[in-house]
């Protein structure tokens, strides 16, 4: 069972970015998924987007809203983190996680698969 997160990188303030992760081992559908992030200094606490097995809903953190959009294909088993407008105070590893079941709602520690992590600057 296996993430692989792939595409971070060096960005502008006000710049785009897609992060993906791929699953192998395991099948997407019975899953729920989420990306976090660690910023420098920082804990690995609650998600910033999650979606659910339970309802068709996906679920931003307030400080992404609006600039975010995560999305799933369960038949490429792959995970999207759309990021428009990047600010400075994006900067962070980022993770994609999974964990069996309905809800996605948790924090870092229920999670049960992770990807290894992509980093992502947002500097001028």
């Known amino acids: 069972v296996q993430l692989q997160a792939s595409g971070g990188g060096l960005v502008q303030p006000g710049g785009s970015l897609t992060l993906s992760c791929e699953a192998s081992?395991?099948?997407?559908?019975?899953?729920?998924i989420a990306w976090f992030r660690q910023a420098p200094g920082k804990e690995r606490r609650g998600g910033i987007s999650?979606?659910?097995?339970?309802?068709?809903?996906?679920y931003y953190t307030n400080s992404v809203k609006g600039r975010f959009t995560m999305s799933r294909d369960n038949a490429r088993k792959t995970l999207f983190l759309q990021m428009n407008s990047l600010k400075p105070e994006d900067t962070a590893v980022y993770y994609c996680?999974?964990?069996?079941?309905?809800?996605?709602?948790?924090?870092?520690?229920?999670?049960?698969?992770w990807g290894q992590g992509t980093q992502v600057t947002v500097s001028s």
């Open positions: 081992g395991f099948t997407l559908d019975d899953y729920a």
């Open positions: 999650c979606i659910p097995t339970s309802d068709g809903n996906t």
């Open positions: 996680a999974a964990v069996p079941g309905r809800y996605c709602l948790r924090p870092a520690r229920e999670y049960k698969y």
